[in-house]
């Protein structure tokens, strides 16, 4: 069956000496595999994040499509090009690459990844973006934390709630300040706060040690090496 799909591409992998093959998280079908054969030969800009417009076929009985034709639907010049751009692409990558492999078609989780290429492609402020893509993330599959005070001092990264003191653990972080600035990633506030700069640091190592309680096999532990020392430093 022939069709025409959009999708954001996740990696992509040598076939034979010519061809690839390509992951993508589609619009209408969620996560796809297809074979671009000649794709090293026609030298098409293969980019990860890249958003495409695809034709392909595919066989009912068969998980691998064949793209007759391949083209940007939009075309980034900063994402793939300024260098904390292109590393907080290796880190939104990284993140979809181990969520993203058993999804099934969501609108509203690829409007969301679409929307937040083309907010990090004009955004000059890099430092942001990372905790509030995480979160927002997560709620969207589906692991919103708790809220269980208006004014929580404590956030239980196990259990994923935010309290108070009662329902602090191992697992719990107490610095209000920072509470309060991984609460704003889950739930923006109107008013525009500034942070210290290492909250944003903090409170990034605290999202993911929140995924990894509650995602199974998730670890960013080489991405962050780099984020860290780039990003943060």
Do not use: C
């Amino acid at each position: 069956m022939k069709s025409k799909e959009l999708g954001i591409l996740l990696d992509k992998r040598a076939y034979s000496e010519s061809s690839v093959i390509l992951h993508f998280y589609t619009l209408e079908q969620g996560f796809q595999a297809f074979i671009f054969k000649g794709a090293l030969k026609k030298k098409k800009a293969l980019n990860q994040l890249g958003l495409y417009e695809m034709s392909y076929f595919k066989r009912p009985e068969s998980d691998l499509g064949i793209i007759n034709q391949l083209d940007f639907a939009w075309t980034p010049q900063a994402l793939f090009e300024k260098p904390q751009k292109v590393l907080l692409v290796f880190f939104i990558t990284d993140i979809l690459q181990q969520t993203l492999r058993h999804q099934g078609p969501d609108k509203k989780l690829f409007y969301f990844l679409r929307d937040q290429l083309i907010a990090l492609e004009t955004s000059g402020h890099e430092k942001l973006f990372p905790t509030y893509f995480l979160a927002q993330y997560l709620m969207l599959l589906g692991y919103a934390p708790l809220d269980q005070e208006l004014n929580s001092t404590v956030f239980d990264y196990q259990k994923g709630v935010f309290g108070t003191h009662d329902i602090s653990s191992l697992a719990s972080i107490q610095n209000p300040e920072l509470v309060a600035f991984i609460k704003a990633q889950f739930w923006p506030q109107t008013s525009n706060l500034t942070w210290p700069s290492h909250i944003y640091k903090e409170g990034l190592n605290v999202l993911i040690k929140y995924a990894q309680q509650h995602i199974v096999g998730f670890n960013l532990g080489q991405t962050m090496e780099i984020l860290h020392d780039t990003l943060y430093d």
